[in-house]
């Protein structure tokens, strides 16, 4: 598979060639974001994460795979055929879809390998480990508010909407009544976290307010989505270059993400970036 190309289901595999336009908004809060590819074609199945996700050979699109420890406004348990389809009805077009499906699944997958390192220590120290699987429902959502920040044809980011992304999926979750503890992976994954005082400090245009990560999983998932981006075309973000970025907007906000690292580690980026063809920023 060809750099760029991006996966849009589980049991049929589509490709993006990419449209050679960039740019993205300059701020702290949404420097990932860029040009939408235009053009699909189809290529080999590959149903990504059947195995890693839902510990399972059977293609995702054939499971009713339930998170049984993740719940609803409701008190049901989430299920990942539920995100999948909130996913498609909230996508403008294919390739919207298929930028964002992979974007979040590899952040979930990255969010829960990060869970899973931090566990292994946390059960050592006595510390509190992390709902792996809340962890990963966060990871497939965060970005879902995404789909209400394109263009009117569907093709690029708005600039001057996408910093508000995070708190249009975090609406959209709670319209379709996922519930507090799942929508906060939305409104508290952008940048490094933004405070309160970066709002005033760098006249952000968001309702005055502090949308850092709150918990520990919260946390593994804004830390995960540092290390892929939807620019054009997609890449996976190395932990130098992921902190060259964040130093831009100033060395708080990097030293913000040395902690992140010194808490949750340095991603294996090389297996995921050959499976995806995709190249690694460093």
Request: hydrophobic share 40%; aromatic share 10%.
């Amino acid at each position: 598979m060809e750099a760029g190309n991006v996966m849009l289901n589980d049991s049929t595999v589509f490709y993006v060639k990419q449209s050679g336009v960039d740019g993205g908004p300059e701020t702290s809060a949404g420097a990932d974001a860029g040009a939408l590819p235009r053009s699909i074609g189809t290529d080999e199945p590959y149903p990504f994460l059947t195995d890693e996700l839902l510990a399972s050979t059977t293609p995702a699109s054939t499971v009713s795979a339930v998170f049984d420890g993740v719940f609803d406004f409701d008190g049901v348990p989430v299920t990942w055929d539920r995100i999948r389809e909130l996913h498609r009805s909230c996508a403008p077009n294919l390739a919207a879809f298929g930028l964002l499906w992979t974007h979040c699944r590899i952040v979930a997958l990255l969010a829960r390998n990060f869970a899973r390192r931090y566990a292994r220590r946390a059960k050592r120290q006595g510390l509190s480990e992390p709902n792996e699987q809340l962890v990963v429902v966060g990871g497939l959502l965060h970005d879902i508010g995404v789909y209400r920040v394109f263009t009117a044809d569907g093709t690029t980011f708005d600039q001057n909407r996408y910093l508000f992304h995070g708190l249009e999926g975090w609406l959209i979750l709670h319209e379709n009544g996922f519930g507090e503890q799942i929508a906060d992976f939305a409104r508290h994954h952008t940048g490094v976290g933004i405070t309160r005082r970066d709002v005033l400090d760098e006249g952000l245009r968001l309702p005055v307010d502090d949308y850092s990560p709150r918990t520990l999983e919260e946390e593994l998932v804004m830390y995960a989505d540092k290390f892929h981006t939807k620019s054009n075309p997609p890449t996976f973000v190395s932990l130098s270059a992921a902190r060259r970025s964040v130093y831009r907007f100033g060395e708080t906000k990097a030293r913000r993400l040395d902690r992140f690292a010194e808490k949750f580690g340095e991603p294996n980026l090389e297996e995921l970036a050959a499976t995806y063809g995709m190249e690694i920023r460093r």
